[in-house]
Structure formats: structure tokens, C-alpha cells
Nanobody, 121 residues
Framework: QAQLVESGGGLVQPGGSLRLSCAAT????????MDWYRQAPGKPRELVAT???????NVADSVKGRFTISRDNAKKTVYLQMNSLTPEDTAVYYC???????????????WGQGTQVTVSS
């Protein structure tokens, strides 16, 4: 079974909205902090948003006020709600889960497969 399953990418017009989903296994979702990254052509990978296992969210300054990250404990899913999209938001978006089994232990990282978001008229 895949540990992270992404969905929700696609083509949207400028000013539109998309919601990305990242469904995790129970074992990961219960302990992991989760992030959304994106990588646009010719640009370095960028951390877009984070949310802790307890549900504390944060988003990058570049998307603050437009993007929201959240967790649904019943569905074991992390969402990235993207509003007021612009062509600069076009990128491959990746879900990441990470946790540390104990103090001094190496951090574990699991990545989703990535989903393409294209903002164009």
C-alpha cells in the first residue's frame, strides 16, 4: 500500500482555485508533520506549507493569504486549498511526511508522487 496518495492537480484559470489532497496511512498520519513543496521549471524546490501532527499550520510568505493547509483526522488526509491562483503558482506539487521515532533518531521522510498544477488562461 502506498504511504502517501496525492490527488487534485490539474489545469485552472488565473484567479481560480484548486484543492490538493494527500492521503496518508494511519501509522504515518498519527505521528507525522506534513508539508507541501512545489517545483516550477527553472526554479528551486520551494516549501509552500507545513502542518504539524497536532494540526498547527503555517504557509510560506509567498502564498500567505491565498493558500491554506489543513488536516482531516477522520479521512487521514492533508489538504492544500489554493485560491486566487496565478501563473506563478504553476509547478509540480509534492506532499511530504516526516517524523522522528525518538530523540536523537534519524528523521524519516516519505514523499508523494507529485501532482501537476497549471494556471493558465
Amino acid at each position: 500500500q502506498a504511504q502517501l496518495v496525492e490527488s487534485g492537480g490539474g489545469l485552472v484559470q488565473p484567479g481560480g482555485s484548486l484543492r490538493l489532497s494527500c492521503a496518508a496511512t494511519e501509522s504515518i498520519f498519527s505521528v507525522a508533520d506534513m508539508d507541501w513543496y512545489r517545483q516550477a521549471p527553472g526554479k528551486p524546490r520551494e516549501l509552500v506549507a507545513t502542518i504539524t501532527a497536532s494540526g498547527l499550520p503555517n504557509v510560506a510568505d509567498s502564498v500567505k493569504g491565498r493558500f491554506t493547509i489543513s488536516r482531516d483526522n477522520a479521512k487521514k488526509t492533508v489538504y492544500l486549498q489554493m485560491n486566487s491562483l496565478t501563473p506563478e503558482d504553476t509547478a509540480v506539487y509534492y506532499c511530504n511526511a516526516h517524523w522522528r521515532p525518538g530523540k536523537g533518531w534519524t528523521r524519516n521522510d516519505v514523499w508523494g508522487q507529485g501532482t501537476q498544477v497549471t494556471v493558465s488562461s
